[in-house]
């Protein structure tokens, strides 16, 4: 069977079940430095026209966020929540465990999807789960937006920051988890903590990235 006929096949092959590093209470189906899995997903099913597996990694900007959410419970308690570009779920499930009344994941990459369904499983916690593109048409009505790490390159970070404008402009709180990629909006953020987050040394150019969560303000220099 072809990985994308089977994706959850493809995922339970080709990964194993870590602790996330700096959220260990949160387990998920991750790929490891032995693996290799970037290099086999871009020759293998680069030819089959598919998206690097981002789905199988805790990256730094969702760890930030995942540490900051469990720590902080009450920012997502009984409240509906969205977690935007959710490539493992981590984000997501940290949410759900936290005591979200509804959790929404969506990434557009069904590869993703099929991962968030696992790890939500692996972790016994609910989630509805989306492969959507949500940057088409209007935010959906949430009380807590999430974008963990979505500033990584120019035309997504272009989509990115209008439509969580627009999500802040219907009530929304909108945070985002982010180690300073290239395109992270910083005159528009307000920095609420900050962590030394360990990454895969395979995909940064370190074992540690200092990554924060920050919320979205209306314009202007925040800190
Ligand atoms: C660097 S990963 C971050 C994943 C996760 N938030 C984390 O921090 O571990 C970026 C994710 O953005 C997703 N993505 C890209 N364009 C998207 C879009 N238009 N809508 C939703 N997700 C998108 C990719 O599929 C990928 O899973």
């Given at each position: 069977m072809t990985p994308r006929a089977d994706p959850a096949g493809f995922i339970l092959a080709n990964t194993r079940i870590h602790a996330v590093p700096h959220a260990p209470e949160i387990r998920l189906h991750l790929a490891d430095e032995a693996m290799e899995l970037w290099q086999k997903t871009e020759d293998d099913l680069g030819a089959l026209g598919l998206p690097p597996p981002f789905w199988a990694f805790a990256w730094a900007g969702g760890q930030a966020l995942a540490r900051y959410i469990l720590d902080t419970p009450e920012l997502v308690a009984g409240r509906r929540v969205l977690d935007f570009a959710t490539g493992s779920g981590l984000v997501a499930i940290a949410c759900a465990k936290a005591g979200a009344a509804h959790v929404l994941a969506c990434d557009i990459d069904p590869f993703a999807k099929a991962a968030t369904r696992l790890n939500a499983a692996l972790n016994g916690v609910p989630l509805e789960v989306s492969d959507a593109d949500l940057l088409q048409s209007d935010p959906p009505q949430v009380?807590?937006?999430f974008a963990g790490d979505?500033?990584?390159e120019k035309p997504m970070a272009d989509r990115?920051?209008?439509?969580?404008d627009r999500a802040r402009a219907q009530g929304s709180d909108i945070l985002i988890g982010d180690p300073g990629r290239s395109y992270l909006p910083k005159e528009r953020l307000t920095r609420l903590a900050t962590y030394d987050v360990p990454v895969n040394r395979s995909l940064e150019d370190n074992t540690i990235k200092r990554s924060s969560v920050f919320?979205?303000?209306?314009?202007?220099?925040q800190n």
């Open positions: 009380d807590v937006l979505v500033f990584y990115v920051l209008p439509w969580l919320r979205l303000c209306p314009s202007g220099p």
